[in-house]
């Protein structure tokens, strides 16, 4: 069975920086998409950024480009997403998910699109 677990969520002030795992256990081989969503209390899950199996394509959302970088280790079963220059409007939920495909080619600000998710960890921005 396919699990995901993030770890690194805090409390940081605005200007920050904090650094998300996720650790993928119950695959195969690395041949899997690998992505980050957010949610705030009383808003809709939200695409960060994806990544596809080899890392050599990534893609992410507006509101963080230029500030959250998406990196994998296939050696490692890990992603992490690296947060700088937080925002208290970075402040969310922060969920790992996984994609059984290989590429980025899809709706991948979709959440339905994804077939397993992590807990979640909570990253609270203050200014």
């Known amino acids: 069975q396919v699990q995901l677990v993030e770890s690194g969520g805090g409390l940081v002030q605005a200007g920050g920086s904090l650094s998300l795992s996720c650790a993928v256990s119950?695959?195969?081989?690395?041949?899997?998409?690998l992505g980050w969503f957010r949610q705030a209390p009383g808003k809709e899950r939200e695409f960060v950024a994806v990544?596809?199996?080899?890392?050599?394509?990534?893609n992410s959302a507006e509101s963080v480009k230029g500030r959250f970088t998406v990196s994998r280790d296939n050696a490692k079963y890990t992603t992490t997403l690296q947060m700088n220059n937080l925002k208290p409007e970075d402040t969310a939920r922060y969920y790992c998910?996984?994609?059984?495909?290989?590429?980025?080619?899809?709706?991948?600000?979709?959440?339905?699109?994804?077939?397993?998710w992590g807990q979640g960890t909570q990253v609270t921005v203050t200014s």
């Open positions: 998910t996984l994609a059984l495909v290989s590429h980025i080619r899809f709706d991948n600000y979709n959440p339905g699109q994804y077939d397993f």
């Open positions: 119950g695959v195969t081989d690395g041949i899997y998409t």
């Open positions: 990544i596809n199996w080899n890392g050599v394509s990534t």
